[in-house]
């Protein structure tokens, strides 16, 4: 019976002494992740929709959301960056996303997927043609009428891709449309 208190205290030391380790490794590093998902997203937010030498982003008009407002060096508003998130096959997608002032798509880019290596996963591989240059209302699957061909082996990837990225975008230009009273 000693023996077996023995290792029960043994083995509860040790699961302490492990779960106190991992808290403060999290505790340590927490920061550093939180700083590099910054500068991820800035980076993100520049290639999608580059702007001029003095342009600028903002907070955009959904503060329920990652979404900024585009200015050129004039104080123009020229457009909109957004974070569009859809359920994929087996992990959310998150997806940056260019917006200019007319609801025509600037670019995109994968920031976070979990798909299937070589079915979903090339949604990385597609995303930039799939969205520059087309409007919110063009972002439909060729076999439900659309002009986009669906990642072979990935329709869901595929659908939840562009539903995220319209809905959203939608979302944004309902918002713009509703404050300018029109």
């Not at 077996?4 to 779960?19: D, E, F, H, K, P």
């Not at 939180?34 to 997203?41: D, H, K, P, S």
Request: net charge negative; hydrophobic share 40%.
């Amino acid at each position: 019976m000693n023996e077996l208190i023995n290792y029960a205290l043994r083995l509860g030391l040790l699961c302490g002494l492990s779960g106190g380790l991992l808290s403060w490794v999290h505790f340590k590093t927490a920061p550093i992740q939180a700083a590099r998902e910054a500068e991820e997203r800035e980076r993100a937010k520049q290639e999608v929709y580059p702007l001029p030498h003095g342009g600028r982003f903002e907070p955009g008009p959904l503060s329920d959301m990652e979404c900024w407002s585009a200015f050129d060096e004039a104080e123009q508003l020229v457009g909109w960056v957004f974070e569009a998130q859809g359920n994929g096959y087996s992990s959310t997608l998150r997806i940056m996303v260019g917006m200019d002032r007319n609801g025509t798509l600037a670019g995109a880019k994968v920031l976070s997927q979990k798909e299937t290596p070589g079915l979903g996963a090339r949604i990385e591989e597609v995303a930039s043609d799939w969205f520059t240059g087309r409007t919110l209302d063009a972002l439909f699957l060729s076999h439900v009428g659309g002009n986009i061909d669906t990642i072979t082996g990935a329709t869901v990837t595929s659908e939840a891709a562009l539903k995220a990225v319209r809905e959203t975008g939608e979302k944004i230009m309902d918002s713009v449309k509703e404050r300018m009273g029109s």
